[in-house]
Every structure is written in C-alpha cells, then in structure tokens.
C-alpha cells in the first residue's frame, strides 16, 4: 500500500520554484528519509504535504486520500529550532497537544487523554521530566518531547523535519529505536534528514531530492554514485537560471486551468 | 514672505533630511521601532532638563534628550541581551515606561505651575510655528555635522549596513560604527521631535525610507529619494502650521509623508503595485499571441498553407473570446498572420515566431525530461508556462546543454535548430 | 470612595490588557498590539462624534473595528507588498493615529476629547461619571465598562485556553492538526482593539501599551506555566494600579502615567531579580558587557 505519493509538485517560497515537478511514491510500513544537500527543498516538501505551504500545481495523497480526509492519522514533528523553548509550557503540557484535535479544542481532555499522553513520555523515556519547564531541557529532550507528542496523536505516519540535527548519541539511538519499534507495528516514519551517512544505516527507502527529484526507491538503489553526483553535484544551472527568471518575473507559474 | 517662515521652513527641512537619511540606515538594519521607542524616550529627558535648569530652549533641553535616548538604547539592549525577553517586547516596555515617565514628569511640572508647561506639550505633537531663530542655529549645526559625517564615512556605513559579519571579518571596527550609528539616530532623533513630536517622530525615520526602498535599492539613491520625500512632508506640514495655528504640525507631516509612501507603493515603476498589474496584463496577452502562433504552427504542420477559422484556432485549448479577438488583431497589424474570408494562417515572418515558441516548448520538455527524469506525460504542462518566458540567452544554453536535439521527447522535430558551424 | 474607584478601575484596566498582553508578549506580537492602540483613536473619535456623550459603550464597539482594519492593513503591507515588518506596523499605526490626532484637534469644540486626553487618559474623573438606577448610583461607567470587558476576556480565555495555547506554542504543527491559526490571530486581535478601545478614556494610547506589555514581561520572567503567568500578570496589575495611584498622590502628577510608571518599577526589580539568580547560578565567570544594539 503506498502510504504517501507526490504528483507533478510545484513549490514555490518567495516567488521562486523551490520544489520542481516532483514525482514520487512511498510505501507503508517503511523508514523513509529525505535527503539532498540544503536548500534542495526538503523541508518545503513536508509543510507541502501537511497543507502548511501551498503548491503551485500537483498534489499530495496520504493513503490515497487528500491530507483534509486523514489528518487524524498524520502526525508532523517540526523541526526543534521552529519553536520557542522558552515559552511557559512543562513536559507534559506539551505531550497533551498530541490529543488536541480541530474538532476538541473547547472541551476538556479526557482522562483517556491523559493516560495516552503519560504512556508515549514514558516510551521516550521522559516521564520523571513531565513537570520540567521544557526551557530546561537539553536538545535531545526536547526532540524526545516532539516525539512524544506525535506518538501521542496514534498516527499511522509521521512526518519529521530533521529529529536527529543537534542530539546527543543517547537520544539518538533512543528515539531510533522507537521509530523501529513503529516499523515493526506497521506505522509509516517519513524523514528529512540532514546527514548522508547516517541515512544508509537508519532508513529503507530514501527519496533523493535537489529542487527535483533526483531518484526514489529502495536505498541501495537510489544511494548510487551516479544519483548521488546528481543530487550534490550543485544544482542544475539551467533550471536554476529558469527559476530565477520565474522569480524576476513575479508570474504565476502556471497559466490559468485551460483545459489542456 | 514672513522672515521667521523661512527660519521655519529651513529648520523643518533639516530636521526632516536629517531623519529620513538616518532612517534609511535604521529601515535597513530593521530596527526602525526601536527608532520609536528612543522618540517617546526622548519626553522625560526633555522634561528632566527643563525642571533642572527651568529654561525652555533648545540648547537646554536637546542633551536631556540626547542621554535619555542614548539610556534608552542601552536599556532595550540590557532586557533582551539579561533575559529571556523578546526584542519586541522589550522595545514596548522602554517605549511605555519612559514615555509614561515623561508624563508624569510633564504633568507635575504643570501642577507645579513652573513657567508655562504648554510650551513642553509642542514636544507632543510638534509645533513647528513655535519654533525660534535661536533653535533653528541648533538645527543648522547639528544637521550639518550629522551629514556631513554621514558623508565622511559613508563606505562604512554601508558595508556595516548590508553586512555587518563580513565588515567585522575584514577588520573594521564594527562596534565603533554600530555606536555612531546609534549616536547619529539619536541625535536626528531628538533634532525632529520639535517638528513632528516624540509620539509620532517613527514616522519621519520609517515612513520616506520605507517609500525610498521601493524606487530604488541602491544605497545612495534612496537615501537621496528619503531626504527629498521628508523634505516635501516638512513643507507641508509648516505650511498646515501657519494656515491654522492651533494645528499640531506633526500630524500633517506624518499624513503626508503615508500618503507619498502608499503612493510609492503603487506607482513605482517596477516594484509597485500597478506596474506590476501592467507586466501581468502584458504577459498575459503575449501568452495569448503566442498560444494563437503555436495552434496555426500545428495545424499548419498537418495541413500547409492552409487557412483555419477561429473555431479551429480555439478547438484544443479553451481561449477565452475577448483576448482571442484581441491577439488576432493584434498579429494580424503586425503582419503575423493573415487573414481571407474569416480564417487565418501564418505569414512567413509569423511562421518564424511560432517555430520559435514551439522549438522552445520543445526544448524545454527534452530538458525536462532528459536533465530531471521527469517522465512524458509530466512535461508538457511545465513547458506550457516556460516556453513564453525563456530568453534568447537561455535558449542558447538550452541548446548547447542538450547538444542541439532534433527531437523533442515525444518525437517531434524540433523546428529551427541549427548548430553552430 | 472616589480613590477606591480610580484604583479599582485602573487594576481592571491593567488586568484586561494584561491578560491578553500574555498572548501577545508569547506570539512577540507586543508592537502589533502597540500599534492597535494607537490605530484605533479615528475610530474613537468617530465614536464619540456619533454618540455625542463620553460613555457611551455600543458605540465604541465600532471604533473596536479600527483595530481590526490595523490587522489587516499591516498584514497587507508586509505579506501582499512585501514590506518589511516593522515598516510596515510603523507606517500603519503612525498614520492611523495621526488622522486621529487631527480629528480631535479639528473636532475638539464638538467632541469631549483633547490631545492630552488621548495620550494618557482622563482617569481622575472616573468618579464623576456615574451609572445611576433611579436615584441610587451604582457605580461610574468606566467601571462598569471594565467590568465588562473582564467578563468578556475570560469568557474568550477560558474557552480559547487550549486553541491559543498551541496556536502560540507551535502554529506549524497547530496547522497540521487542521487547526486555523489565522482564525485564532483575528480573533486575539479583535479582543485586544476591544480592551484597547474600552480602556482609552481611562489610561488613554500610550499608557495601554504598558499595561500590554510591562506586567506580563515580568511574570514572563518569574513563572513556569501559562496559568502562573496570568495568574502573575493580574497580581502586577493590581499592584501598579494601586501604587501607581498613591505615587501620582505624592508627586502631583498624572495617574495614568504614574501607574504605568509603577509597572515600569515592577519590572525593572522582577529583572534585577532575575538577574541575580542567574549571576549566583552561574558564577563569577560571566562576561556582562552593555552594548546598545545599534540602530
């Protein structure tokens, strides 16, 4: 079953293409990383799919369906460094968000809430921190706090901007092992991750992206020299150029619905 | 003409050149509320000066001013460098508190029935008419040196604006610069304040920049731009204080400098809104040429030399009928088409341009298609929307990139391509 | 009974603003509320020419409007034109209440309003303007207006508790969850044009800004948990009401500006406070230079 495909994706930030026609599938069940060097668009794919950025043509399903149909069973972890950590907020009051939904927001949680978020702080190994100010934490508490809060949500899939940049060696394997842990049980974990290296160890699948696709699939197929020379080796200098002439000209980039 | 109008007039000028110049530098660092909290922390320095020394003059109360809003810097700096506090909250604690001192201080003076405290209300709202010779001296020199300082070290000044990093890794002394800079906001600071007031004083320091920025981002051109919008905004705003003069000045000033600045940003060739709207409305009609171009291009391919109606034209892609009757007129002047008996074709010149824009169509999907492995049902969109925006530049780089293709993806010749000898 | 009254209404003042200033100080959106005080004074005067009376509270609902407007426009400039955002609040709030200040010197035989009044209120004569029920008084108007606008602000508050909690904390992931975070930032806006728009007569533009802005930042420096700091927040405001009240007693001077003083007072010993405990924390070997971040 595919778990998320992208069709003919067009992003934009600040006028300029940012993501080019991107074409990909994922299976379910999968650790699935994002890759390509910086600027290559990964974070802009995943606020693409959560409906954060809108795309200026092509579309993302989850399970099939459009994100407004399942976004009870997506769960998105920001990166850290997009949140103020000094804001007033314990362990726990941070976990809880996980069981806000839309629908809610006004009544109180339930004690079942409560219980759901108490037991995914004690699978990431956070429960005697529950009370601690989350301005007291150290980088990979914090990104244990966000996973936390995600498992708290019981998706089927998570999407991560970047949960292993800047952690200490114990959290890392921490939360790598829980990610497993969500393999085994058949849940989705899709990834943009920062470090090649890494990524051959952690992941199944990888797409590889650089502004456009560059390959998807299984890692071994994808982490060829070939793909990664086209994926690092700079960008494409004629679509570079041609985004920026898109940028100058401030036009939409895609002509009115004609039918065509 | 009025002797003392003129003293006024050449003080509003110099006060207004002075902040609209600093404030460019201000805009572009960011910091312009920053700018705002230092103007209403300019008050209880003001009324400070006048409980000490009990004297309404410039002269007097320009250094209270000055140390008020030099602590007021150093105070925003101390909340967001000391604590957890935000810079924005921090620029609304300094603004508040000391203007409230200011107040307090105002209104005991008052109480305490000191000369006429109405004279200190003008530091409110500006009062330009109740500007003397004798303050104006203070403007004159002030103002000078803040130029001519400017001008001196205007290399620096930049190079720190733009890029503060880079000015500090090759060795200039960016704290020393960062604290002429503050000193000089400051000073034009508290120079304006007699004009416009502390309340509204921002305005002066955003406002012409703000509208400068969107003619111009050279340095030199908006700072000079800046000067003359302030300028034009002090004139009226003396004018206004001399037709009724129980008219603060500041607000006029401030009205009219917004009204310049939206202005600005609808009409300025390029960046503004309604040049803008014009590009849009002219791309959108050469795309509609060109649509027509490549449609008689494809008929033409299947059937040479032969006329086709307007049904035909319009039968794969959806044109709307006004722009369609526009564009066929329009080809038709240019000598692009021709027309016999309701139908058209393509004139040899006419022929040269369709050939263009489909061998760009072209062109582009094999890019797409051979460079991002797009697959072929995915690059005819994209290519839709490129074909009209690609320059002859990139069509020759397109060209050597590709190794000047005869086929497009799908097969088609691509028409025109001549390689190099 | 008079100085009850003045207190009374002042700590509400301090405690409205204060409350929401909370929201405000944690989206680092003070400036906007800054610039919502200032914006709404055409609003006000219009208000005012309308009702023809100084109380007269549906009316200022409408100035309340004005606010709103100031949202929107700054939201304009910045998103729509690509203005930068602190131009963009700036040109805003500075011509909005530059209208305002010309209508109320135009308009100032016809309208009970004048310039200083804008500035900082007219709080000492709260007293005089009552509320009567046949022939008992029951209370001056601004009072009541407070009172009000109290109900009103923890009403939202209460049953907002959860949407702006996350909607401040993570908007990103507030968004993944379906949530509309733009809906929530109208809605705080809105509130605030209100509170801003009711307090005016008492406290008039600036000082609003410091009881927005000044409680809060400290208990922002003193708590752990969002209901701490409110909590917080309205025991500062009460405070700055009352001392500030007997600190414009001693120096003859205006109460308005006196409380806000106060609260300026407050915060600055919460800081020194703060500062301390983290000197000890840390040691002796911190490197403590001011140096004024340049304009």
Redesign the interface.
Same mark, same amino acid.
Do not use: C, Q
């Given at each position: 079953m595919t778990s998320l495909e992208a069709h003919n994706l067009t992003v934009s930030y600040d006028r300029q293409p940012v993501l080019w026609n991107v074409d990909f599938e994922v299976p379910a069940g999968n650790l699935v990383g994002i890759i390509g060097p910086n600027g290559s668009g990964k974070t802009t794919l995943l606020k693409a799919a959560m409906g954060i950025l809108p795309a200026d043509s092509g579309y993302i399903r989850f399970f099939g369906k459009p994100i407004a149909e399942v976004r009870d069973r997506i769960s998105y972890v920001p990166q850290r460094q997009s949140v103020d950590w000094d804001f007033p907020a314990s362990v726990m009051d941070v976990c809880l968000m996980g069981r806000y939904r839309k629908g809610n927001l006004f009544g109180r949680l339930s004690q079942i809430d409560h219980e759901i978020a108490a037991e995914a702080l004690h699978r990431v190994g956070m429960s005697e921190f529950a009370r601690r100010q989350i301005s007291e934490l150290s980088g990979g508490q914090q990104q244990r706090v966000f996973i936390a809060r995600s498992l708290a949500q019981q998706a089927d899939m998570y999407l991560m901007d970047e949960p292993f940049a800047g952690i200490d060696a114990s959290s890392e394997e921490s939360i790598l092992a829980i990610l497993r842990e969500l393999k085994s049980a058949g849940k989705t974990v899709v990834m943009v991750h920062h470090d090649l290296h890494t990524a051959i160890e952690f992941f199944d699948w990888i797409v590889l992206l650089n502004t456009r696709l560059v390959a998807s699939g299984p890692k071994a197929e994808v982490l060829t020299e070939e793909n990664l020379r086209s994926a690092y080796g700079g960008k494409l200098t004629l679509l570079s150029r041609v985004a920026d002439l898109v940028k100058q000209q401030g036009f939409p980039l895609r002509e009115k619905s004609t039918g065509d | 003409m009025n002797a003392n109008l003129i003293w006024v007039l050449v003080g509003c000028i110099l006060i207004s050149t002075g902040a609209s110049v600093v404030g460019c530098?201000?805009?572009l &660092?960011? &910091?312009?509320?920053?700018?705002?909290a230092?103007a209403?922390a300019l008050l209880p320095g003001v009324a400070l000066s006048f409980m000490i020394f009990e004297e309404k003059s410039l002269w007097v109360l320009f250094p209270g001013a000055l140390l008020a809003g030099?602590f007021s *810097? *150093?105070s %925003?700096?101390?909340?967001?460098?000391?604590?957890? =506090?935000?810079?924005?909250?921090a =620029?609304? =604690?300094v603004? !508040?508190?000391f203007?409230?001192?200011g @107040? @307090? *201080?105002?209104?005991?003076i008052q109480? /305490?029935g000191i000369g006429t405290q109405s004279g200190l209300?003008a530091f #409110?709202?500006g009062k330009a008419a109740a500007m003397l010779p004798v303050d104006i001296y203070l403007f004159i020199i002030v103002d000078t040196l803040l130029l001519l300082v400017i001008w001196a070290w205007y290399p620096y000044f930049k190079l720190y604006t733009f890029d503060r990093a880079f000015a500090a890794s090759n060795g200039l002394p960016v704290?020393r610069?960062?604290?002429m #800079? !503050?000193t000089l906001?400051?000073v034009a600071i508290a120079m304006g304040i007699q004009a416009v007031g502390v309340?509204?004083m921002?305005?002066l320091v =955003?406002?012409p920049?703000?509208a400068a920025r969107f003619y111009s981002r050279s340095l030199g051109r908006m700072i000079a731009l800046s000067a003359t919008i302030g300028a034009v905004g002090a004139v009226f705003g003396v004018w206004v204080s001399y037709m009724a003069p129980? %008219?603060?000045t500041?607000?006029?000033i401030?009205?009219m400098l917004?009204f310049i600045?939206v202005g600005s940003?609808v009409f300025a060739p390029r960046r503004g *809104?309604w040049s803008?709207y014009i590009?849009?409305r002219n791309?959108q009609l050469k795309?509609t040429d060109e649509n027509i171009l490549k449609r008689l291009f494809h008929l033409q391919e299947c059937l040479p030399g032969a006329f086709h109606s307007t049904f035909e034209i319009a039968e794969?892609?959806?044109?709307e009928a006004l722009p369609m009757q526009r564009s066929l007129a329009k080809l038709l002047q240019n000598k692009a088409i021709e027309k016999s008996t309701g139908s058209y074709r393509l004139t040899p010149e006419g022929m040269v341009s369709a050939a263009r824009v489909v061998r760009l169509h072209r062109l582009w999907e094999l890019?797409?298609n051979k &460079? /991002?492995? #797009?697959?072929l049902d995915?690059v005819?969109?994209?290519a839709?929307?490129?074909e009209h925006?690609?320059?002859p530049e990139?069509e020759e780089?397109?060209l050597k990139?590709l190794n000047y293709p005869l086929y497009d993806p799908h097969k088609s010749v691509i028409p025109g391509v001549m390689p190099p000898i | 009974m008079n100085d009850f009254w003045i207190i009374l209404t002042g700590a509400l003042v301090a405690i409205n603003c204060g409350l929401l200033g909370v929201y405000l100080v944690l989206r680092k959106m003070t400036l906007i509320g800054d610039a919502i005080s200032h914006a709404v004074l055409p609003g006000i005067v219009l208000a005012y020419l309308v009702a023809q009376s100084r109380s007269g509270p549906v009316v200022l609902l409408g100035a309340a409007v004005f606010g709103l407007i100031t949202t929107f426009l700054i939201e304009l400039f910045h998103k729509k034109l690509k203005l930068q955002a602190d131009a963009s609040i700036g040109i805003t709030f500075t011509w909005l209440f530059a209208v305002g200040v010309i209508m109320v010197s135009a308009l100032s035989g016809n309208v009970d309003l004048d310039q200083d009044c804008v500035l900082y209120g007219e709080i000492a004569y709260v007293p005089f303007d009552l509320i009567y029920i046949g022939e008992k008084s029951v209370g001056p108007v601004a009072l009541w207006m407070q009172g009000g606008n109290l109900l009103a602000t923890a009403v939202l508050i209460f049953w907002g508790y959860r949407g702006f909690f996350i909607s401040s904390f993570d908007p990103g992931y507030a968004s993944g969850l379906g949530i509309r975070t733009g809906v929530w930032h109208y809605v705080l806006m809105g509130m605030v044009s209100l509170t801003v728009v009711m307090s005016f007569n008492a406290v008039g533009a600036i000082l609003v800004v410091a009881f927005l802005a000044v409680p809060p930042a400290a208990a922002y420096l003193l708590t752990k948990s969002l209901h701490t700091m409110m909590a917080v927040t309205v025991a500062f405001g009460v405070i700055s009401a009352a001392g500030g009240f007997y600190l414009a007693q001693w120096l003859n001077a205006s109460i308005s500006g006196s409380m806000a003083v106060m609260a300026g007072l407050l915060f600055l010993s919460v800081f020194l406070f703060s500062l301390l405990k983290r000197y000890f924390r840390k040691g002796k070997n911190s490197q403590y230079h001011l140096d004024p971040k340049p304009l």
């Open positions: - | 530098f201000t805009f &660092r960011k &910091r312009s509320l920053a700018g705002d230092v209403h030099w *810097l *150093l %925003m700096e101390a909340i967001t460098r000391y604590s957890k =506090i935000k810079s924005d909250t =620029i609304a =604690i603004l !508040s508190v203007f409230a001192a @107040v @307090v *201080l105002l209104t005991r109480a /305490m209300d #409110l709202f704290r610069i960062g604290f #800079l !503050s906001t400051v309340v509204l921002a305005a =955003i406002t920049a703000a129980a %008219m603060p500041g607000p006029w401030v009205v917004s600045a940003f *809104l803008r590009r849009l791309y795309v794969v892609r959806s044109f890019y797409l &460079r /991002m492995n #797009l697959p995915h005819h969109h994209d839709e929307t490129i925006i690609i320059t990139l780089a397109l990139d | -």
